[in-house]
């Protein structure tokens, strides 16, 4: 005998009410229809046990209404819907923006602004931490140079190079500072996966370069800052920020920087064009 999911089966066929008004050959071709879809996801949950090879990622794509390299804050990928925003202040500060825009990695920056904390890394290494990822609510793809691009008028040299260079170093074990190739992309980028030709040569450089440890301290901080029951609030880096991070008068976005527009995007997520 079959087992199956009656509760599901319901839900499938639209509710009790709508089984009732269901005749028994109809529900027999729902039931079979049921049986059909039910096996083919879990053939597919089998299959996501176990990380995608490259190949097998691509031909998700056109399975998607949207593509992977959308910004976390532009698209509900639960299946919902995306929230009405809460207005920023008229002359926004970073940390309005931590709270009310780039919220969507904000929790995982600052936790691992914590960890390089107690650490006890440079302070310049916490504010990279703390910054490093916040481009990832308006685009995913090329992050760190989308994160480094933001922040580059109001902060050091160096922490540019940080949050510029992270991402590309997460590919990159080290051994010495214990960083080791993350699992989780063997499940996001595939099993067989190798970084393209010119991440190769950013590697190359960037390992040679007299600020090699800044963005690989930054990548020791990534892989231990994602539990979820841990919260972190953005007054607790007030110091750090204020040290670290010029901030304009006029308020980000409306200060004339060549980077501005990138705030008023991160701003005003909702503009038709
Ligand atoms: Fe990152
Ligand atoms: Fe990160």
Same mark, same amino acid.
């Given at each position: 005998?079959?087992?199956?999911?009656?509760?599901? !089966?319901? +839900?499938?066929?639209?509710? &009790? =009410? *709508?089984?009732?008004?269901?005749? $028994?050959? %109809?529900?027999?071709? /729902?039931?079979?229809? !049921?049986? +059909?879809?039910?096996?083919? &996801? =879990? *053939?597919?949950?089998?299959?996501? $046990?176990? %990380?995608?090879?490259? /190949?097998?990622?691509?031909?998700?794509?056109?399975?998607?209404?949207?593509?992977?390299?959308?910004?976390?804050?532009?698209? %509900?990928?639960?299946?919902?819907?995306?929230?009405?925003?809460?207005?920023?202040?008229?002359k926004p500060t970073l940390?309005d923006f931590?709270?009310?825009?780039?919220?969507?990695?904000?929790?995982?920056?600052?936790?691992?602004?914590?960890?390089?904390?107690?650490?006890?890394?440079?302070?310049?290494?916490?504010?990279?931490?703390?910054v490093?990822?916040l481009s990832?609510?308006l685009?995913?793809?090329?992050?760190?140079?989308w994160s480094a691009q933001m922040f580059e008028p109001y902060v050091s040299e160096?922490v540019t190079?940080?949050i510029?260079?992270?991402?590309?170093?997460?590919?990159?074990?080290?051994?010495?500072?214990?960083?080791?190739?993350?699992?989780?992309?063997?499940?996001?980028?595939?099993?067989?996966?190798?970084?393209?030709?010119?991440?190769?040569?950013?590697?190359?450089?960037?390992?040679?370069?007299?600020?090699?440890?800044?963005?690989?301290?930054?990548?020791?901080?990534?892989?231990?800052?994602?539990?979820?029951?841990?919260?972190?609030?953005?007054?607790?880096?007030?110091?750090?920020?204020?040290?670290?991070f010029r901030q304009p008068r006029e308020g980000l976005g409306f200060d004339g920087s060549p980077v501005a527009h990138i705030w008023r995007t991160a701003a005003?997520?909702?503009?038709?064009?």
């Amino acid at each position: 005998m079959i087992d199956i999911d009656r509760r599901a !089966f319901f +839900a499938y066929l639209g509710g &009790a =009410a *709508a089984v009732a008004g269901m005749s $028994a050959e %109809a529900r027999a071709d /729902a039931l079979e229809n !049921f049986l +059909a879809v039910s096996t083919a &996801a =879990a *053939a597919a949950s089998a299959v996501a $046990a176990r %990380a995608p090879t490259v /190949a097998e990622l691509e031909a998700q794509i056109p399975t998607r209404n949207y593509r992977r390299g959308v910004g976390n804050g532009m698209v %509900a990928r639960d299946g919902g819907n995306v929230a009405l925003l809460k207005p920023l202040p008229a002359k926004p500060t970073l940390a309005d923006f931590i709270r009310l825009r780039l919220h969507s990695n904000a929790e995982h920056c600052m936790q691992s602004a914590r960890q390089a904390r107690l650490k006890n890394m440079d302070e310049d290494i916490v504010f990279a931490c703390l910054v490093h990822d916040l481009s990832l609510s308006l685009m995913r793809a090329e992050h760190g140079f989308w994160s480094a691009q933001m922040f580059e008028p109001y902060v050091s040299e160096k922490v540019t190079f940080a949050i510029r260079h992270h991402a590309t170093l997460r590919f990159f074990p080290d051994q010495e500072t214990g960083y080791e190739y993350p699992d989780l992309y063997r499940t996001m980028f595939g099993t067989d996966y190798v970084p393209p030709p010119h991440q190769q040569e950013e590697y190359r450089q960037v390992r040679r370069h007299r600020w090699y440890m800044a963005p690989r301290l930054v990548t020791v901080n990534d892989l231990y800052s994602f539990e979820p029951g841990v919260k972190v609030s953005v007054d607790e880096f007030e110091d750090v920020i204020g040290r670290h991070f010029r901030q304009p008068r006029e308020g980000l976005g409306f200060d004339g920087s060549p980077v501005a527009h990138i705030w008023r995007t991160a701003a005003n997520p909702d503009s038709p064009l």
